[in-house]
């Protein structure tokens, strides 16, 4: 079993940048394909990005691409995301994920454990 805890969130203006990081413990993190998704109030939690064991392989949602990127230290146990040219729909929850699974998968069910989430808020 793993221990995520998410970090980085805040709030920053239209055309900014954030770092998030989650750190995890208990079980090294390069067992794992990792994940971020984001909840806006009133909405689904929905799949940002994921990036398989050895950062080889990624996976971005359309309305990210070209302006997130994932990395991941399995040395240092974290997982990161570079948010650039943020946008006021970018303001959710952002949670980390961990799965076991052989592929990466992009549904919420494929995703066996999960940070607590942090709070980013793009202001216009």
């Known amino acids: 079993q793993v221990q995520l805890v998410d970090t980085g969130g805040g709030l920053v203006q239209a055309g900014g940048s954030l770092r998030l990081s989650c750190a995890a413990s208990?079980?090294?993190?390069?067992?794992?394909?990792m994940a971020w998704f984001r909840q806006a109030p009133g909405k689904e939690r929905e799949f940002v990005v994921a990036?398989?064991?050895?950062?080889?392989?990624?996976s971005y949602a359309d309305s990210v691409k070209g302006r997130f990127t994932i990395s991941r230290d399995n040395a240092k146990n974290t997982v990161y995301l570079q948010m650039n040219s943020l946008k006021p729909e970018d303001t959710a929850v952002y949670y980390c994920?961990?799965?076991?699974?052989?592929?990466?998968?992009?549904?919420?069910?494929?995703?066996?454990?999960w940070g607590q989430g942090t709070q980013v808020t793009v202001s216009s």
């Open positions: 208990g079980r090294t993190l390069s067992s794992y394909i």
């Open positions: 994920a961990a799965g076991l699974r052989l592929y990466i998968p992009i549904q919420r069910a494929g995703y066996d454990y």
């Open positions: 990036i398989s064991r050895s950062g080889g392989s990624t």
